[in-house]
């Protein structure tokens, strides 16, 4: 079992920066995938980023790509997203997503089905 919860969140204006971060317990953290996920008024939960345990391979979305940095810190069982110029339409709660090890060193498919255990999500707004 992993509990997570988010922390970070907040109004920033469009072309601002904001760092979300992830605090996980329970199970061995450096034994999971961690994964960001979004979701937005009226609009499906979509794939943001994640990272393997190790935190040396990482995967993005086209729409977060060169402006969204995931990292994890091991020691304090955290994974953060690091959100700079941000976009109107990253508005959205910022849910993070832990999951079991894959291909040994690698990253699952990018989908929500690929993770167990989910925060209660972050709310991030991005005004004009």
């Known amino acids: 079992q992993v509990q997570l919860v988010e922390s970070g969140g907040g109004l920033v204006q469009a072309g601002g920066s904001l760092k979300v971060s992830c605090a996980a317990s329970?199970?061995?953290?450096?034994?999971?995938?961690m994964g960001w996920f979004r979701q937005a008024p009226g609009k499906e939960r979509e794939f943001v980023a994640h990272?393997?345990?190790?935190?040396?391979?990482?995967g993005y979305a086209d729409s977060v790509k060169g402006r969204f940095t995931i990292s994890r810190d091991n020691a304090k069982n955290t994974v953060y997203l690091q959100m700079n110029s941000l976009k109107l339409e990253d508005t959205a709660v910022y849910y993070c997503?832990?999951?079991?090890?894959?291909?040994?060193?690698?990253?699952?498919?990018?989908?929500?089905?690929?993770?167990?255990?989910w925060g209660r999500g972050a709310q991030v707004t991005v005004s004009s």
């Open positions: 329970g199970r061995t953290f450096n034994s999971v995938i």
């Open positions: 990272i393997n345990w190790s935190g040396d391979v990482t």
């Open positions: 997503a832990a999951g079991p090890r894959y291909g040994g060193n690698g990253l699952p498919p990018p989908r929500s089905t690929s993770y167990i255990y």
